[in-house]
């Protein structure tokens, strides 16, 4: 029940597209889904987060949608820019897991000038 | 810097040595996490601390042991390394649990090989 499914594992897209990736959860008493950004040899840090009472957050380029229903969520990344690409994290925490976060199990985006 | 600092950067362990992983925040964050990062894998959870004195297991703790002895400080002990061990390790630290605000902050990680 603690599982965050994350797709594709691997994402090429060319210079201003649009990037899109997506988590999807099963344990409903989940209520905050951060997106984390992890640049080689570096440690991941946080890119974006929702909480499920709003269906879309934005930020610059960086877009959140979620579908509680469906339990799932998605990032999408707009004009995706070579220094975009990176390994994405889709993450998720709940009470039911102490708050600590679960994270999905990445995406390698890959932007090509 | 303000942050998380790991030492070493990288080591080459035999099968069946001992190390410590060494991890230190100066925001004086009540919360810390010890992650190791496999290809494909993403980020799974060793042993977390909600404060000086206070620890837990994660997900993955088996051969794994941590203390907490100070609000600064989180080490990882790894006993009797086996070659299931090899991963990039990262500490992490929160000022809250969700780490809602301004995230987990990470450090740059320790690369483990165990040989």
């Known amino acids: 029940q603690q599982q965050v499914k994350q797709s594709p594992q691997s994402l090429i897209v060319q210079k201003g597209g649009i990037s899109i990736i997506n988590c999807a959860y099963e344990?409903?008493?989940?209520?905050?889904f951060p997106w984390y950004q992890q640049f080689p040899g570096k440690g991941p840090a946080l890119l974006i987060a929702?909480?499920?009472?709003?269906s879309e957050k934005k930020e610059g380029r960086f877009t959140i949608s979620f579908n509680k229903s469906a339990k799932q969520f998605s990032l999408h990344i707009m004009d995706s820019q070579p220094g975009d690409s990176a390994t994405y994290f889709c993450?998720?925490?709940?009470?039911?897991?102490?708050?600590?976060?679960?994270f999905g199990t990445g995406t390698r985006l890959a932007v090509r000038p | 810097n303000a942050g998380v600092t790991q030492t070493p950067k990288f080591r080459i362990l035999k099968i069946g040595q001992s190390m410590t992983l060494q991890c230190a925040q100066d925001?004086?964050?009540?919360?810390m996490y010890w992650y190791r990062q496999d290809p494909g894998m993403g980020l799974k959870l060793i042993y977390y601390?909600?404060?000086?004195?206070?620890?837990d297991k994660g997900e993955v703790p088996n051969g794994y042991n941590v203390s907490r002895s100070t609000t600064e400080d989180f080490p990882l002990r790894l006993e009797l390394a086996a070659p299931s061990q090899t991963s990039v390790y990262f500490c992490?630290?929160?000022?809250?649990?969700?780490?809602?605000?301004?995230?987990?902050?990470f450090g740059s990680g320790t690369r483990l090989t165990v040989v």
């Open positions: 992490a630290s929160s000022y809250s649990p969700q780490g809602s605000g301004y995230g987990y902050t």
């Open positions: 344990n409903t008493a989940f209520d905050y």
């Open positions: 929702i909480r499920p009472d709003v």
């Open positions: 993450a998720a925490s709940g009470k039911s897991s102490g708050d600590k976060l679960t």
């Open positions: 925001m004086n964050h009540n919360y």
């Open positions: 601390s909600v404060g000086a004195g206070i620890t």
